[in-house]
């Protein structure tokens, strides 16, 4: 069956330190991945979009990795602070008619500690 | 520029009721899809709009359907409420042929009794 799994567990880190957040996937052929936060009660905000031909990509202290043979996305903040605390979603856009229909993974909810 | 915004933001319901939920897309976007968060899981897609036709749907039984007006808003209704129908209900919209980015809104919280 397909299935998209982040790291279920919340992930605790110091402030100043990297989180890495994982996203794995079976039985899907995704042309984007995208990366969302969501603080609770309220709806998911865009951070970053990879594309299946892409490596990495980056955005200020975030930095995204894609790899299509490992099926596994990782999401990196580095320098974290405490504003950074949220869920973080990962979700798979497998393109061409599929375009707009985002799978998305349960969520890793990160807690940054001062 | 407002961004997405849903209406009402909070809802109770009864089993067995029907609903409406309202969205209207950022300023300069024509796609319009929903989705369904229950607690402590990820969003899933219900269906996406645009052109005013429903383009996609995802694994929603025909008690969720849906409308879109010519411009751009969105509605979801949802017929013969269950008490699993409780959850936050997101609207998303997207610039089809701009990127693939989705903007959502802050949702709409129903309970249903």
């Known amino acids: 069956s397909q299935k998209i799994e982040q790291n279920s567990e919340a992930l605790n880190i110091q402030e100043g330190k990297t989180a890495t957040l994982t996203c794995n996937y079976t039985?899907?052929?995704?042309?984007?991945l995208q990366w969302y936060r969501q603080d609770p009660g309220r709806g998911p905000v865009f951070l970053l979009l990879?594309?299946?031909?892409?490596k990495e990509k980056r955005k200020e202290r975030l930095k995204v990795t894609f790899d299509t043979t490992l099926k596994q996305s990782l999401f990196h903040i580095t320098a974290s602070q405490p504003a950074d605390s949220a869920t973080y979603l990962c979700?798979?856009?497998?393109?061409?008619?599929?375009?707009?229909?985002?799978?998305f993974g349960q969520g890793t909810t990160l807690q940054v500690k001062p | 520029d407002a961004g997405v915004t849903q209406s009402p933001t909070h809802l109770i319901k009864t089993r067995g009721q029907q609903v409406t939920l309202r969205c209207s897309p950022k300023?300069?976007?024509?796609?319009v899809s929903w989705y369904q968060q229950a607690l402590g899981q990820g969003p899933q897609f219900i269906f996406q709009?645009?052109?005013?036709?429903?383009?996609q749907r995802g694994n929603f039984p025909d008690r969720f359907s849906g409308h879109q007006f010519p411009n751009y808003s969105s509605e979801l209704n949802v017929n013969a409420l269950l008490l699993g129908d409780s959850a936050l209900y997101l609207c998303?919209?997207?610039?089809?042929?701009?990127?693939?980015?989705?903007?959502f809104g802050p949702g709409t919280r129903l309970t249903v009794t």
């Open positions: 300023s300069g976007h024509d796609t």
């Open positions: 990879i594309r299946e031909n892409e």
């Open positions: 979700a798979l856009d497998r393109g061409s008619s599929n375009t707009g229909k985002l799978i």
């Open positions: 709009y645009y052109e005013e036709e429903e383009r």
């Open positions: 998303a919209s997207r610039d089809r042929g701009a990127s693939y980015e989705q903007y």
């Open positions: 039985n899907y052929s995704p042309a984007y």
